[in-house]
C-alpha cells in the first residue's frame, strides 16, 4: 500500500527560511509534487520531482530522495502570503496523486 | 488559456433536488479529475475521464454521475444528495494520464456544495 506523512502545522517567522519534510512508502512510484492550497481555494502546483535530488524556483525548492523515501519543500524568505497549506502528492504506478494530508504553515511578522 | 473553469462557484440543494456542476479547460488536456474535499483534508479522487472515456471511479455512490461530453468538457451530476456530501468539489485537468514531468493537474476554483 501507500502511506504518505507530513507535520500537521508548522510556524515560521516572516523572511525566514521553512523546510517542510514529507516522507513516503510505495509499491509504485512515478514522481512527487508539491502543492500549495490557501484556505478555500483550489491547490496549485509548485514543484515536480522525478529523480533525486533538488529542484529550485525562485523562493522554493523541492528535495527527492527515493532510496530514503523522502522530500521536502524549503520556502525562503517567506512572506505573509505564503501562509497556506502544503500538500505532498506521490505519483503511484497508475499515474494517480495520493495525498498526503497537507501542512498548515503559520507566518507571523 | 491556461485555466480549469467551474460553475457553479457556490451551491446549496435540497436532498431532493437534481443539480449539476460543470468543469471546463481549453488547454488540450485528455484527462480530467472530479475530487471532493472536505475541510482540513487532502482531496479525494472520484473520478477520472482519460480521452473522454471512464477510467476510474473510486466506489462513489451512485448518486453521484459524471460525464464527459467532449474532451473540454467534464459534468458532475447530483441527485438525492446527503447532507455529508457537503465540501468543496474540485475539477483538475492534465495533459494525459502517463507520467512526466507534463502531468502536473490543473486545479479549477472549486465548488462550495452544501445538501441541506
Known amino acids: 500500500g501507500q502511506n504518505i506523512d507530513q507535520p500537521t502545522e508548522m510556524t515560521a517567522t516572516e523572511g525566514a527560511i521553512v523546510q517542510i519534510n514529507c516522507t513516503y512508502q510505495?509499491?509504485?512510484?512515478?514522481?512527487l509534487f508539491w502543492y500549495q492550497q490557501h484556505a478555500g481555494e483550489a491547490p496549485t502546483f509548485l514543484s515536480y520531482n522525478v529523480l533525486d535530488g533538488l529542484e529550485e524556483k525562485g523562493r522554493f525548492s523541492s528535495f527527492l530522495s527515493r532510496s530514503k523515501g523522502y522530500s521536502y519543500l524549503l520556502l525562503k524568505e517567506l512572506q505573509m502570503k505564503d501562509s497556506a497549506s502544503y500538500l505532498c502528492?506521490?505519483?503511484?504506478?497508475?499515474?494517480?496523486?495520493?495525498w498526503g494530508a497537507g501542512t498548515k504553515l503559520i507566518i507571523k511578522p | 488559456d491556461t485555466e480549469v473553469t467551474q460553475t457553479p462557484k457556490h451551491l446549496v440543494m435540497g436532498m431532493t433536488n437534481k443539480k449539476s456542476l460543470k468543469c471546463e479547460q481549453h488547454m488540450g488536456h485528455r484527462a480530467m479529475y472530479w475530487y471532493k474535499q472536505k475541510a482540513k483534508k487532502p482531496p479525494e479522487l472520484m473520478f477520472v475521464y482519460s480521452y473522454e472515456k471512464l477510467s476510474i471511479n473510486e466506489s462513489v455512490p451512485s448518486r453521484f454521475s459524471p460525464e464527459c461530453p467532449n474532451s473540454s468538457l467534464l459534468n458532475l451530476h447530483l441527485h438525492a444528495l446527503q447532507p455529508e456530501d457537503s465540501a468543496l468539489y474540485l475539477c483538475?485537468?492534465?495533459?494525459?494520464?502517463?507520467?512526466?514531468?507534463?502531468?502536473?493537474?490543473?486545479f479549477g476554483p472549486g465548488t462550495r456544495l452544501t445538501v441541506l
Open positions: 510505495t509499491s509504485g512510484f512515478n514522481g
Open positions: 483538475a485537468s492534465t495533459l494525459r494520464t502517463s507520467g512526466g514531468s507534463y502531468n502536473e493537474q490543473f
Open positions: 502528492a506521490l505519483m503511484d504506478s497508475n499515474y494517480q496523486l495520493i
